[in-house]
Structure formats: structure tokens, C-alpha cells
């Protein structure tokens, strides 16, 4: 419903929204909508079950609710959506937390607003009894990977935390064919694929997928999927995203009482999707959509594992700096925040 045609019913929407908001403590917020703007979002992948969020606040009508005309763009291939962003084609991309950086030290005026999944998705992955169960098993195996950098050094880091020579293991670049190297025997192991996709996939699929989440095994913890915005856009943009990120936070409280509000709009969007492999994705990822502490507001950005996650990068050589962190995120605009007193719009320096 993307406008509702009785009082009543947005009387209730709204009700439900306010509701949702406060339960995770957070202050309250003004809820009268502007003019209806146009805004654009850059998907970071095809629409799948780590976007319910966003098209179940579609679907209820909450961007419409906020004054927000929702355009959501699926990119071209993995490296657009930042792209697009510092061209100035979207209002915000959804990235990841280490490509932020990494752009962020090429000098790209990137700044994260709000985490969409907060924490790692990223798994070391094997399929059947004979596969990798425990980081030890690593050496002499072969382990594919999408030929990302820091999939490199999440590798070295589990060997080393294993007491694994990391030089034993065979590194084989299998690009975005993670689950078909896995399951042709090609590697042994793979590392990139999601826990909660992938992961999910292979388990209905009857393949007893070995699974060891990356942040448990050496790798420091992160937010996998985060909204970026141009930082010097946000001076004037700021409102917008404010009300996008509120709308997404009261759609994604609707994944908890009902996944079927995410599932049913993302079918629509993206007709190659199977109902029943998302839903359990999205039920898998629920833990990760919120923060752990209910007191922060939904997207919360934890200043201290992003220093951590900055720190480790500097130390892989990944980035060439040390990040600035008062520039490259901020939660002024998650909902509830930034509301009282006069806070720096963060910039690109």
C-alpha cells in the first residue's frame, strides 16, 4: 500500500512505526513529511533476502510516508554502486564496510550513514563430511575466493590464529563462482560467501555445508552491508537520509513479526527468487539486521570496532593510512539521532 487511502489505516501505519522505533531506544522524532522528494539507492547486488528491509518499507508505503519518491537501482556489477554514488547518480550505495575504506584512502568522499547488516556475513565454507570443520584443517587445502584482497588477508588471518602456515594454502581466484567451486570439488573451501545466503542454500539443498563465521576464527568484527553517502552531499542531503534511514528501520522491525513482509515485494522485484530460500534467509539474518544492544538504534555504528576493523586493515596493508574515523561514518542520521544540539556534517578530509 503506497498511499494509504484512509485515515484510519496511516493513522495505524504510523502508530506501528513510532512503535517499532521507541522499542529501540531511541528519541522521538518529528513526523510530518515534506514535499515528496525523488531519491535514488544503489543496490550492492541483485535484490535478495539482505534487502527485506527496504522493500518492506516500500511495499507499507513508509518512504511515501516520509516524503521520499524510493528509486532502487540494481547495479551493474559489484563495483558500481560507489561508483554511481561519487558521480553523483544516487543519494546513497550500499557497500561494504572495508570498501569504504579502501575508497576512502583512494580519496573518494564516502561516508557510511547507517549499518543495514551489522556484522560479518562472510564465511570460511566447505561442503560434506570430508570439508574443512575447523581452521586447522587448512593446511596443504586448496580455498577459492572472489580475488578480493581482503578475502586474502581474512585467510592469513584464520591460518594464523590456527597455527596454520598460511603459505600451505593453495589461493585459487574463482571470482563470484563461490558455490559451484565448492560443489564441483574444484577447491576444498571457499571464503566470501555468506553464512546466511549461501550458507542457508546449501543447507536446504542437502549439501551439510561446514560453516566457520570469519569474526570467530581471527578476523576483527565489521558491518557487512552499510549505506554510504557522499560526505559532502549530506550538508544539504542530510533530512533525506534521515527520513530514507527512518523508513527502512520501521520496515525491517516489520521483518520480525512477519518475514513475508520483505519476501513478498522482493518476488516481485526480482521474479528469479525462490519464496522458500528467502524467507530463511531472512529469518537467518534477523540477529543481524539489529544491534546487538537494544538500546543503540537500528544501523548503529559501533565507533570502537571500526577503529579495530582500521587498525587491522593498516596492519594487512590495505589501506596506506590510518583511516580517519570522524569522516568516514557517522549515526547522526539513524533514527533518534543527531537531534539534539549542533553536530559537524562529516566531510572527506
Not at 512503535?19 to 522521538?28: D, P
Not at 511495499?59 to 563495483?79: C, E, H, M, W, Y
Not at 554502486?81 to 557497500?95: C, E, F, M, N, T
Not at 552491508?225 to 522491525?253: D, H, I, M, Q, S
Amino acid at each position: 500500500m503506497t498511499r494509504a487511502p484512509r485515515r484510519a489505516a496511516a493513522l495505524l501505519l504510523a502508530a506501528l512505526a513510532t512503535a517499532a522505533l521507541a522499542a529501540c531506544g531511541e528519541r522521538t522524532e518529528p513526523t510530518a513529511a515534506p514535499k515528496t522528494q525523488p531519491f535514488t539507492l544503489v543496490l550492492d547486488f541483485f535484490p535478495n533476502a539482505d534487502h527485506a528491509g527496504i522493500y518492506a518499507a516500500q511495499a507499507a508505503g513508509l518512504f511515501r510516508r516520509q516524503g521520499l519518491d524510493v528509486r532502487i537501482v540494481t547495479p551493474s556489477d559489484p563495483a558500481a554502486p560507489l561508483k554511481l554514488l561519487q558521480a553523483g547518480r544516487a543519494d546513497l550505495a550500499i557497500s561494504y564496510e572495508p570498501e569504504v575504506f579502501l575508497a576512502r584512502d583512494k580519496g573518494a568522499d564516502v561516508v557510511a550513514v547507517g549499518a543495514l547488516v551489522q556484522g560479518p556475513l562472510t564465511a570460511l565454507m566447505s561442503v560434506g563430511p570430508r570439508g574443512v570443520r575447523r581452521p586447522e584443517q587448512l593446511a596443504g587445502k586448496r580455498v577459492g575466493t572472489a580475488g578480493i584482497p581482503y578475502q586474502s588477508a581474512y585467510l592469513r588471518a584464520i591460518a594464523e590464529r590456527a597455527g596454520v602456515d598460511s603459505s600451505s594454502i593453495e589461493e585459487v581466484n574463482v571470482g563470484f563462482n563461490l558455490v559451484p567451486a565448492m560443489l564441483s570439488r574444484k577447491v576444498d573451501a571457499t571464503l566470501g560467501a555468506f553464512w546466511n545466503y549461501e550458507g542457508t542454500q546449501l543447507r536446504r539443498a542437502g549439501k551439510d555445508p561446514n560453516i566457520i563465521r570469519v569474526e570467530r576464527a581471527g578476523v576483527p568484527t565489521y558491518d557487512e552491508l552499510v549505506f554510504a553517502a557522499r560526505g559532502r552531499a549530506l550538508a544539504e542531503g542530510g533530512p533525506k537520509v534521515r527520513r530514507f534511514l527512518r523508513a527502512v528501520a520501521a520496515g525491517t522491525a516489520l521483518l520480525r513479526k512477519d518475514p513475508a513482509a520483505g519476501v513478498d515485494p522482493l518476488l516481485k522485484a526480482n521474479k528469479d527468487l525462490d519464496r522458500g530460500l528467502q524467507t530463511a534467509v531472512v529469518r537467518a539474518t534477523l540477529p543481524v539486521f539489529f544491534p546487538e544492544d537494544r538500546t543503540r538504534p537500528w544501523g548503529f555504528m559501533d565507533d570502537a570496532e571500526w577503529q579495530a576493523y582500521a587498525g587491522w586493515m593498516l596492519e594487512q596493508r590495505l589501506v596506506s593510512r590510518p583511516p580517519d574515523l570522524s569522516a568516514a561514518l557517522t549515526n547522526e542520521f539513524l533514527p533518534g539521532e543527531g537531534l539534539e544540539g549542533v553536530k559537524q556534517t562529516p566531510g572527506s578530509s
